[in-house]
């Protein structure tokens, strides 16, 4: 059995109910209400404003209600309506960038997976201490500009799509950035992006066994970003300030991508040793997460982040992936949300999956 995470109270709403899939309009939501009905649950979209009329185009993907408030600063009052629903929140980048990570870790909903795992991603010393505590080998990172030797990118805090990072190719080069928040200073690790799907099912008892349950591989991909992009990054980004761009890394797109097979035991070694840690550290982490990393041309395994949800990249696999047909065929990470809370339900362990 795995590690309660829900109490009896907030699990008092699903009691007798079949629960209504839920998220917000926005990010991964057309594949969560998309994998929520072949599993043959109903679904509720939250909106801010009016409802999205672009849903109307994708008829099997579209919620089956909307629920929504002027802005999202108002979502938190919805809970009493949201319990009253039989609502299962669905988490995605966009709940914690908008909400903000503590103000959607004590929403009074049932929430899909471990919503303490959010004060370990979003900050980021925490998430490296979790991260490097598990094994994983990271890029440098530096104290203070001082510090610095070779190329680096600067990150903020938190779910931003690559909003405001920032590149220097040297100490002197980092001098003109100006921060707007929190951030940290990393190593600019050349190699291969490659940003790991995995789902971790407390309840499965098959597969490739970590803790009490089983890790799954269900896709893969690279990311395209705004106005710079790979190889030429370093030198491009003088020349796009001499021309008055300021270059950006905010994602705009993904493109699947797959592993050499021989390095998949490497990429499974590494997200097992995560999720074992995670157990340690905050009772686990469920479902759906990423791991995001370079891979060197000495084929070392450099991860920088670690994203704790479903990640945008899967929206390139709704009808399954090259990993995910090896474990059931047209399985997105949606539809396998919604297996798990189905399954969840009829075995009686929803408190191990609901928090």
């Known amino acids: 059995m795995g590690i309660p995470l829900a109490t009896a109270e907030r699990l008092a709403p699903l009691v007798g109910h079949s629960p209504t899939i839920t998220t917000l309009c926005s990010h991964s939501s057309l594949q969560i ?142 001098e003109d950035f100006r921060p707007t928040g929190p951030y940290v200073i990393q190593e600019y690790v050349l190699g291969t992006r490659y940003y790991m799907h995995f789902f971790y099912s407390p309840l499965s008892d098959r597969g490739y066994r970590v803790g009490h349950g089983s890790l799954e591989l269900l896709g893969m991909d690279r990311r395209d970003e705004a106005n710079i992009d790979e190889l030429y990054k370093l030198g491009a980004q003088e020349e796009l300030l001499r021309a ?55 084929l070392e395994f450099k991860v920088f982040e670690i994203s704790t949800r479903i990640v945008a990249g899967t929206n390139l696999f709704i009808s399954g992936s090259p990993y995910s047909d090896f474990v059931e065929p047209n399985l997105s990470t949606g539809r396998r949300i919604a297996q798990e809370i189905r399954r969840a339900q009829e075995l009686g362990r929803l408190a191990e999956i609901i928090s």
């Open 33 to 174: 209400f998309h994998g929520a009905r072949k599993e043959g649950f109903r679904t509720l979209g939250l909106a801010a404003g009016p409802a999205r009329r672009f849903y109307d185009a994708f008829p099997l993907a579209r919620p089956d209600r909307f629920l929504t408030v002027p802005k999202m600063a108002d979502l938190p009052s919805t809970a009493d309506h949201l319990r009253g629903e039989a609502a299962v929140i669905i988490p995605h980048g966009s709940f914690v960038e908008y909400m903000g990570a503590e103000t959607f870790r004590t929403w009074d909903v049932p929430v899909y997976g471990n919503r303490n795992v959010l004060a370990w991603e979003a900050d980021r010393e925490k998430s490296r201490e979790w991260l490097e505590s598990a094994g994983a080998t990271m890029p440098r990172r530096y104290e203070n500009a001082a510090e610095v030797d070779g190329p680096v990118i600067v990150k903020y805090y938190g779910a931003k799509g690559g909003k405001g990072f920032y590149l220097a190719k040297n100490r002197e080069a980092l």
């Open 244 to 298: 008055g761009i300021r270059p950006t890394f905010v994602v705009t797109g993904n493109v699947p991508v797959v592993l050499r097979e021989s390095l998949l035991p490497r990429a499974f070694d590494v997200a097992a040793k995560i999720v074992e840690r995670s157990i340690e550290l905050f009772g686990g982490m469920v479902g759906p997460f990423c791991i995001e990393g370079i891979m060197t041309e000495e």
